[in-house]
C-alpha cells in the first residue's frame, strides 16, 4: 500500500460525504470534496515541489468542513474566530486519524496538523504556502460570488487582510488569477 495516495483516497472518501453540492464545469460535486481537488491542483501549480506533508495537509485542510456549521458558535467576529480555530482542530484531528491508519509516524502526522493549522506563516515556510494557497482558491474559485454577495467596503476590507496574510510569491500568483473586471477593481481599490 503507498501510504501517501492511501490517505488522499481516504481524506476524498470523507469529503465526499458533504450533503452540500456546488457546480463546476457543468457537473455536481460534494463542495468539500471539489475543494480538496481545488486545493491538490493550486498547490501543484503555485509549487510543483511541495512536500508530501504539504501535499497531505492542502488537501485535508477543509475536511468534513460541514460538521462544524458556523451557527453553532456566536454569530460575531468573537464566534466567527472561535468556529475558525474550532475548524482547524477538527480538521487536524480527523487527518491525524487518517495518517495513523494508513501508517504515518508521529513525527509526520505532527507536521501535517502543523500546516492544516496554518502555524507560524510568515516564518514558517511551508505554513506560508499553504496560507497563499489558501488563499489563491479563494479568489480564483470563490471571490466573485462573495463579492456579489457583500457590500464593496467589506468586500474591499476582506482583500486586504487576505493580500496582508500572503507572500510577495503569493501576490504575484494572484495578479495573474482570471478575474471579472469588478473583482480586479475592488482588489485595486484594496491595494491602494
Not at 477538527?90 to 502543523?114: C, M, N, P, Q, W
Not at 494557497?133 to 474559485?141: A, G, I, K, Q
Not at 471571490?143 to 456579489?148: C, L, R, T
Request: with cysteine.
Amino acid at each position: 500500500m503507498n501510504k501517501f495516495n492511501e490517505a488522499v483516497k481516504r481524506i476524498d472518501h470523507k469529503n465526499a460525504k458533504d450533503p452540500n453540492l456546488e457546480t463546476a464545469n457543468g457537473k455536481e460535486f460534494p463542495k468539500e470534496l471539489l475543494y480538496s481537488q481545488r486545493m491538490t491542483e493550486k498547490l501543484l501549480d503555485f509549487h510543483p515541489r511541495a512536500s508530501e506533508a504539504l501535499q497531505i495537509a492542502a488537501r485535508a485542510q477543509h475536511i468534513c468542513r460541514w460538521k462544524v456549521p458556523r451557527h453553532t458558535y456566536p454569530m460575531n467576529r468573537v464566534g466567527y474566530l472561535k468556529w475558525r480555530e474550532g475548524l482547524k482542530k477538527t480538521h487536524a484531528e480527523i487527518t491525524d486519524g487518517i495518517l495513523e491508519e494508513v501508517g504515518y509516524d508521529e513525527d509526520f502526522r505532527k507536521r501535517v496538523s502543523f500546516l492544516i493549522q496554518k502555524r507560524l506563516i510568515k516564518k514558517d515556510e511551508e505554513s506560508q504556502i499553504m496560507e497563499d494557497v489558501v488563499c489563491l482558491v479563494f479568489l480564483e474559485h470563490y471571490f466573485e460570488d462573495f463579492a456579489a454577495k457583500h457590500k464593496d467596503d467589506k468586500v474591499v476590507d476582506i482583500v486586504k487582510k487576505t493580500w496582508a496574510k500572503m507572500s510577495p510569491e503569493g501576490h504575484q500568483a494572484a495578479s495573474k488569477l482570471p478575474l471579472s473586471e469588478h473583482s480586479l477593481s475592488l482588489i485595486k481599490e484594496a491595494l491602494e
